[in-house]
């Protein structure tokens, strides 16, 4: 079994075990923290368990191997092919220049304009506290803030790279790029590897991460799913 395999019930397992919630054979992050849960085996135990940390209506993101399967009790909100890519390189060398925007640290104080962006942009599932997950860097033009990206899931040897966007009014400048190039250039001055997520249409940004050394390990499926009333 690949460390990135069900990297999400790794994850909460793990390094990050001090955001998980817990039934039998289910994990999901504090909801505050985000929207993503996995369990053990996608059996018919494992949807149970799954289903005993939410309320009714509750929702909950998974990254699965295959297409989801209709199953009892749940509904499908959403669904996407979602690739898994992981940085081939070593080690990430900075390719900054003397004009290239100031880099900023992102923390609480600056959520509300993280969740505004994010929620413009919708790289995934954002909320309140996913900043505390690692670190996450910005760009401001004019105060604004118009880019950023950041870590979020971790496991042994491996820090994911996420929420990389920037505002419609201000692509084309190299912001992700620029972000992305720091973020993995900290985690592997860490001896992590860097590896993320994106939707198998996002085809402009599969294109970016294939310039940053990054290459396709496996297909995923995210499913958002939502628990039927009782």
């Given amino acids: 079994m690949h460390p990135l395999d069900n990297v999400i019930w790794t994850a909460l397992t793990t390094r990050q075990a001090q955001y998980a919630e817990s039934f039998d054979q289910a994990r999901r992050f504090m909801p505050e ?3 993503l849960a996995a369990f053990l085996e996608p059996t ?3 949807y149970e ?4 940390l939410l309320a009714a209506r509750g929702t909950i993101a998974l990254f699965l191997d295959a297409p989801y399967e209709a199953r009892p009790g749940w509904n499908l909100v959403a669904g996407t092919p979602m690739p898994q890519m992981v940085c081939d390189g070593a080690s990430v060398s900075p390719s900054r220049s003397c004009s290239d925007p100031e880099i900023i640290e992102l923390g609480a104080a600056d959520v509300p304009e993280m969740m505004e962006l994010t929620a413009l942009t919708k790289p995934g599932p954002f909320n309140q506290r996913t ?4 670190t996450y860097l910005g ?4 105060g604004k803030l118009v880019a ?3 870590e979020r899931l971790k496991i042994p040897g491996y820090t994911e790279v996420s929420a990389v ?4 009014e201000h692509t084309g400048h190299g912001y992700a790029r620029i972000l992305m190039t720091e973020v993995m250039r900290r985690i592997c001055s860490r001896g992590e590897t860097p590896f993320l997520h994106v939707r198998e249409d996002n085809v402009r940004a599969i294109e970016l991460y294939h310039r940053l050394g990054f290459s396709r390990r496996v297909l995923l499926h995210l499913a958002v799913l ?5």
């Fill in 49 to 52: 368990s799954l289903g005993g």
């Fill in 33 to 35: 923290v985000t929207s």
């Fill in 148 to 150: 950023m990206a950041g």
């Fill in 131 to 134: 900043h505390e997950l690692g």
């Fill in 139 to 142: 760009i401001r033009h004019q």
């Fill in 226 to 230: 939502r628990k039927n009333a009782a």
């Fill in 165 to 168: 966007c920037t505002h419609p």
């Fill in 44 to 46: 018919a135990r494992g």
